[in-house]
């Protein structure tokens, strides 16, 4: 542990540290992301670690447990440095072969690689596999190389040399005209621009005033965040530091879910690691700025991510958005000038410090700059976290990156930004990624959940799921959004219970349209878009529930009926003796009937039936 | 002194003033539920939006919290505004269809059955009896429980509240009678759980209970409809 | 229920002391941690921290009703989470859930009358690769279905016949 007083003092510690690290050295790196420890990763890295210690090869060989790799539908991902072999679904019992033969023999162990489902070849290199090869891994780049848990390791990539750039070489204000020229935009879902944010909490009077990281991650299926938090804390810190420093803030806080410990785990000690190095705490790197970082613990309530319920939260009461004006850049915590930020958008700041706005500007489109970070998830093949330019495509997000649909089906929308988002359906894939653009379609950029939906997915559905879900999360504050989204929620169940009536559809555009214009803040004003938008784009669906009764998906139970095929049924029983309703009937041998009346659509039957003779209407 | 305008007519406003509170000192009416004027707002109602222009087309703002701003545009009942009245008072109506106040506004806005039936509960969580508690009287003794539509107004561990000054404000304040007030000898119980709380000494007076005078006079006035 | 820890004011002391004056000075962290050794956030640990903290009882038992990560009635002494994220539940999570469900005869949110198992479900785990995830007793499954849903239940129940 050194304590860094100076930038001279950084710059000798990372000469040192850089020093006495070989590039050319072998190491493994093993994903300890929460993802692939799910699937056993702490498992094979102890492995790694005994068989190295055991063959003697410690010394040699270097292992790291770092953050997510992103790859996470091919976890546990294991890549060999330098030479960027990867190998992924590795298990405990795999890694003395990869000792012997890959690290010390150099020879490849088939099984391991990854084969392109696309070309059917097998694919050695990570940097060959094409989930990776049209990501521009900006903000995740350290995530295969560091360990978390280790300054030192942030410290020999170049960690906190934005900060001693910004503390000693730039006044606040020069700072701010970085980030706003840079384009950066808020990435929590709004997309506001950040330094612009920044100017008016520098602004606000008052000499106490707040930082704070949006950590409450809480669209279902989103997990960047998370994943930067896991696998790069410090980018984050170093972030926050530097718009500490450029809005005259003196304390921040990051207020992050508590159904991620492993984050919050990795970022106190990360926080705790960056005050006994002098990157936290008083007089900064010699350069006369205080500042110091708190851990504030989400607990579980989606409605904390909006910004006036987060403050609300830390400051011990109910999460309850309150009216804006005034803005938190101007009165936020505890009354004082505050500024918010989402953990993507904190992690960019270093970045663009270091390389310069013009650089930073370069990447994109017009109107949104750098890159964006999305976790594509559902009825996908390759599942995991890509990091894109803004202008990249839905396409290629989806067949280039995602690598298509399992079992070849066929692609009906992707829904982007969760509860707050809309679809957007196959034929307009071609779309770029970018605010603008997603918005003239219905949608929005979101903080980056993904979900694709298959041809299989009921839109009507899902969109009573996105309802239902409001409902739970809803903070029940104001009228349009406790009891608007609540009678949406009766007319799409009705709906999917196949009790659907004529005028339905017109009474939740109009509910969705009043909900949006008057709820008191973002959740409720955004709550109808998932139903306004599936009506827009698959109305026929809608229709078929309430006039056909009729479930084009056979997904909501009371509208599907199952039935045996009696020519493919042989008689086995097995459906019968499973049932656990008993509504199946038959003699042996002979095809067996389901009774409708019984049935409880378990789908059990449907499961063990070996000869493909459950038939689903 | 602010210059804005309403509905048509430049107005003047202090420094500081709501949208609702420079409407009304022009004769301007914007109904309101939540809204008191010895109370912070709150802006959980919305039935007091008003339609406010921006450069990027208009949005309905709550008239009671949104600030009166140089140059601002606003209008009260425009087609917008109404709409989403209306809309407001539909679904309050649907959750509390009994409430005399919540009908009587309905039936003052040509509102008549609501499409859907949500609850049966006299309580709008309009958070007017919390508020007065916590920011007039200084009890604190009641809060808002539970969250969404399970959302509630009630002491801790649904008991009576040790907290509880026997004040009744909140039975004052409240729009739609749901607090119910019962006297009986020395006993008070607010809002029908039978709860012997001590009678702890008021803040302001110091006696130990309610006198007869201010039982009846509060008795009195609860017989006259609340607006 | 016996492996319920008896609630202690003197340990509830100790975390005030602990928390009250040092960096996490909040009422949240202190619930939390309440809630992390005795499964439930117990009425007399409110009453005094709301004493020592000096919120306001009624202040305090909003924050506890208000928050998913308390619970003011004790837990089973297991807890099955099943994740209903949009991307476990595009997956089939509600077919898991229901099979649970069915199992334990309980519904989300509920215990079991012995007080083995509570069921919960929980808005996004992060681990969407492995959807359908479940998490008994902390332990992660992913790739749930129906059946293995059914085998989990039998395992877990298993380990609470020889326990």
């Known amino acids: 542990m050194t304590t860094v007083r100076t930038p001279e003092e950084l710059g000798l510690l990372r000469q040192r540290l850089v020093d006495g690290r070989d590039p050319d050295q072998p190491r493994v790196s093993v994903c300890c992301g929460t993802g692939c420890r799910v699937n056993g990763s702490i498992d094979v890295i102890e492995a790694f670690r005994r068989e190295l210690d055991g063959q003697r090869l410690n010394g040699d060989i270097g292992l790291v447990g770092t953050g997510c790799h992103g790859f996470c539908e091919k976890g546990p991902v294991v890549v060999l440095k330098p030479s960027g072999v990867f190998y992924q679904r590795v298990g405990v019992d795999d890694v003395p072969e990869i000792v012997a033969e890959t690290m010390v023999n150099g020879a490849v162990i088939d099984r391991l690689t990854y084969t392109d489902p696309a070309t059917d070849k097998k694919i050695v290199y990570e940097r060959d596999v094409p989930f990776y090869q049209k990501q ?128 919050v785990e990795n970022l106190r000690i990360a926080i705790e690691q960056a005050g006994e190095y002098g990157f936290l705490g008083r007089n900064i790197l010699g350069s006369g700025f205080d500042f110091s970082i708190q851990i504030r613990p989400g607990s579980g309530a989606f409605v904390c991510g909006e910004e006036t319920a987060l403050m609300a939260s830390i400051e011990d009461r109910i999460g309850e958005p309150r009216p804006r004006p005034p803005y938190p850049a101007v009165s936020g915590l505890w009354g004082k000038p505050t500024n918010i930020n989402n953990v993507e958008t904190w992690a960019n700041v270093p970045l663009v410090i270091c390389r310069g706005a013009e650089w930073y500007s370069g990447i994109g489109t017009d109107k949104s700059k750098g890159t964006k970070i999305f976790s594509v998830v559902g009825n996908i093949n390759n599942t995991g976290l890509v990091e894109v330019p803004m202008g990249a495509t839905l396409s290629e997000v989806i067949y280039d990156i995602g690598g298509g649909i399992p079992g070849g089906k066929r692609c009906k929308a992707v829904q982007l930004g969760g509860p707050s988002g809309g679809c957007v359906p196959s034929e307009h894939f071609d779309v770029p990624i970018d605010y603008e653009s997603l918005q003239k379609l219905g949608a929005i950029m979101g903080s980056g959940g993904m979900v694709v939906c298959d041809e299989d997915t009921c839109m009507v559905e899902f969109a009573r799921f996105f309802m239902d879900f409001v409902q739970q999360e809803s903070c029940g504050k104001c009228v349009p959004c406790r009891l608007g989204t609540r009678a949406m929620l009766e007319v799409l169940t009705r709906i999917t219970q196949g009790q659907g009536k004529e005028g339905d559809i017109a009474y939740l555009e109009e509910l969705g349209e009043q909900i949006g214009q008057s709820s008191l803040c973002g959740l409720g004003q955004t709550a109808p878009n998932p139903v306004l938008s599936t009506i827009r784009y698959f109305r026929d669906e809608y229709e078929a529930h309430i006039l056909d009764s009729r479930c084009p998906s056979h997904v909501c139970k009371p509208l599907i009926q199952y039935s045996i095929d009696a020519e493919k049924c042989t008689g086995c029983g097995r459906c019968l003796r499973k049932c656990p309703a008993e509504a199946i009937s038959g003699a042996k041998k002979e095809p067996h009937v389901i009774d409708q009346e019984k049935c409880i659509k378990c789908e059990t039957c449907l499961e063990v039936c070996k000869f493909d003779a459950v038939v689903v209407e | ?202 803040k302001i007076c110091g006696d130990h209970y309610l006198a007869p005078e201010l039982t009846a006079q509060v008795g009195e006035s609860l017989a006259e409809p609340r607006v | 229920m016996d492996f319920q820890p008896i609630f202690d004011a003197s340990e509830i002391d100790d975390l005030l002391n602990g928390k009250r004056d040092g960096e996490n000075g909040s009422l949240m962290g202190v619930l939390e941690e309440v809630q992390a050794r005795y499964h439930y956030l117990p009425k007399d640990a409110l009453i005094l921290i709301s004493e020592s903290m000096g919120v306001p009882l009624s202040q305090t038992y909003g924050v506890a009703t208000f928050y998913n990560a308390f619970s003011l009635k004790p837990k089973g002494r297991h807890v099955i989470n099943v994740c209903t994220g949009t991307a476990c539940m595009v997956r089939g999570a509600r077919k898991v859930l229901e099979r649970i469900s069915d199992r334990l005869g309980i519904q989300p949110g509920e215990t079991t009358e012995d007080g083995q198992f509570t069921l919960e479900t929980v808005n996004c785990l992060g681990a969407c690769a492995l959807g359908p995830v479940v998490v008994a007793d902390g332990a992660y499954s992913g790739e749930m279905t129906g059946a293995r849903a059914e085998e989990l239940l039998r395992q877990v129940m298993a380990e609470v016949e020889t326990a």
């Open chain 1, 136 to 263: 521009k891994r900006l903000v995740l780049d350290l995530n295969g190389d560091i360990d978390p848990t280790n300054i030192e390791d942030y410290i020999v990539f170049n960690g906190y040399a934005a900060l001693s750039k910004a503390l000693l070489q730039m006044k606040p204000e020069e700072v701010i005209e970085e980030v706003v020229h840079s384009g950066l935009r808020g990435r929590g879902g709004a997309g506001f621009p950040a330094g612009v944010k920044w100017r008016l909490c520098r602004e606000a009077k008052g000499d106490v005033k707040y930082i704070i990281c949006n950590a409450d991650e809480g669209d279902p299926g989103a997990y960047m965040d998370r994943s930067i938090m896991e696998g790069n804390p410090h980018r984050v810190l170093e972030g926050m530091i530097i718009g500490a420093w450029a809005i005259g803030a003196h304390q921040g806080y990051v207020y992050i879910r508590n159904e991620y410990p492993l984050a």
């Open chain 2, 1 to 202: 002194m602010i210059s804005l305008t309403i509905d048509g007519h430049k107005v003047e406003a202090i420094d500081g003033s709501s949208i609702l509170e420079a409407a009304r000192e022009h004769g301007i009416e914007i109904p309101t539920l939540c809204y008191h004027e010895a109370l912070q707002p709150y802006g959980s109602c919305r039935l007091c939006v008003a339609e406010l222009e921006t450069p990027r087309g208009s949005r309905l703002v709550a008239s009671c919290v949104y600030p009166a701003e140089e140059g601002a545009v606003v209008r009260t009942h425009s087609e917008m505004v109404l709409r989403s009245r209306r809309m407001t008072v539909e679904l309050l109506l649907a959750a509390a269809p009994q409430a005399r106040a919540i009908q009587e506004l309905a039936a003052s806005m040509g509102v008549q059955e609501p499409r859907i039936s949500l609850s049966d509960s006299n309580c709008i969580l309009c958070g007017l009896c919390v508020r007065a508690c916590r920011e007039i009287v200084g009890a604190n003794a009641i809060s808002l429980v539970n969250r969404g539509f399970s959302k509630e107004v009630s002491p801790p561990f649904d008991i009576g509240s040790n907290a509880c000054v026997g004040c009744a404000t909140c039975v004052l304040v409240c729009p739609t009678g749901a607090i119910r007030l019962k006297d009986v000898l020395t006993n008070r119980s607010v809002h029908g759980w039978e709860s012997d709380f001590r009678r702890t000494a008021c």
